[in-house]
């Protein structure tokens, strides 16, 4: 079940992110971001009540309206059910409602290309993320190239 996080979601998804990525550094990220309004897509999903599965997508300043999907985590034992795959589909559906035109991510593109993201695609962009693993998927806007920068809270990552 897909929820919008509230304040009191927040220790348990600290404890996801931190199993997750084996430190503290994305707790902190997220909060940064929600802290500097950067925050766009900010979302939880429950099993019986707890917390097992996050995601987060965030502004950045693009040649159009963009967001940055960073970070997604499930708990080790809620993994390979669709749970991160039910967060992303969610928060693409949310962004292209509000008007977003297009999505950068940064990571695995074996597993992001089935979302639409691609890397041929990110190519044209220029990102201190640029590289095999930067990836872009148009929502609604044809252009390709241009300066792309993630949040300010990123830099303190
Ligand atoms: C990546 C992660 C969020 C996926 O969560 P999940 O709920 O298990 O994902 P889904 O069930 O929607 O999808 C599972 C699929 O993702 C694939 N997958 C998981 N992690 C992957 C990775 N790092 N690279 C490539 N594919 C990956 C699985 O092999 C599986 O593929 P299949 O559908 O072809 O069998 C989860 O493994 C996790 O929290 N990992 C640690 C944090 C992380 O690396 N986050 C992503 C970077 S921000």
């Not at 304040?7 to 348990?12: G, L, P, Q, S």
């Not at 600290?14 to 707790?27: C, I, N, Y």
């Not at 929502?139 to 990552?157: H, M, Q």
Request: aromatic residues 12%.
């Amino acid at each position: 079940m897909i929820e919008d996080r509230t304040e009191n979601h927040d220790t348990a998804i600290h404890h996801v992110l931190r199993a997750a990525f084996d430190g503290d550094g994305e707790s902190q990220l997220v909060d940064d971001l929600r802290d500097d309004g950067d925050a766009l897509v900010d979302r939880i999903w429950t099993d019986a009540g707890r917390v097992v599965g996050y995601v987060m997508f965030s502004r950045m300043a693009a040649p159009f309206r963009a967001a940055a999907l960073a970070p997604v985590a499930v708990d080790a034992a809620f993994r390979q059910k669709g749970i991160a795959d039910a967060l992303i589909r969610d928060g693409i559906k949310s962004l292209t409602r509000a008007g977003c035109q297009g999505l950068f991510v940064l990571g695995d593109p074996g597993y992001y290309q089935r979302f639409g993201f691609d890397v041929d695609a990110a190519k044209g962009f220029t990102s201190p993320y640029s590289g095999p693993y930067f990836q872009f998927l148009a929502i609604e806007t044809d252009i390709r190239k241009g300066r792309v920068d993630y949040a300010p809270a990123f830099a303190r990552l």
